[in-house]
């Protein structure tokens, strides 16, 4: 049986994201949030949704991120954890 390499995610360690929001964001503000890169469906339809998708160093920097989107009363619709450095 061949076995296979798991990443485990732990609360200190580098993972890469997916986080999507209601409403638009500029991608001039991916630097102030993490580098992360900025995509976005529309900019004036009322659903738009923003993904923001990277690689965070630890979850207190996914904090610092879910903080700055929470400062801009953007409403946070998904976090999601996508994988490791394996």
Not at 25 to 52: F, H, M, N, Y
Not at 60 to 79: C, D, F, K, Q, T
Request: one cysteine or more.
């Amino acid at each position: 049986m061949a076995s296979k390499s798991v990443h485990q995610l732990t609360f200190d360690g580098p993972g890469r994201y997916r986080i999507c929001i209601k409403g638009y964001l500029d991608e001039s503000r991916s630097e102030w949030l993490g580098g992360l890169q900025i995509s976005t469906q529309s900019k004036s339809d009322p659903s738009t949704v923003t993904a923001l998708v990277g690689e965070l160093s630890d979850q207190a920097a996914l904090s610092g991120i879910l903080n700055a989107i929470y400062e801009m009363h953007l409403p946070l619709l998904s976090v999601e954890y996508l994988g490791g450095d394996d």
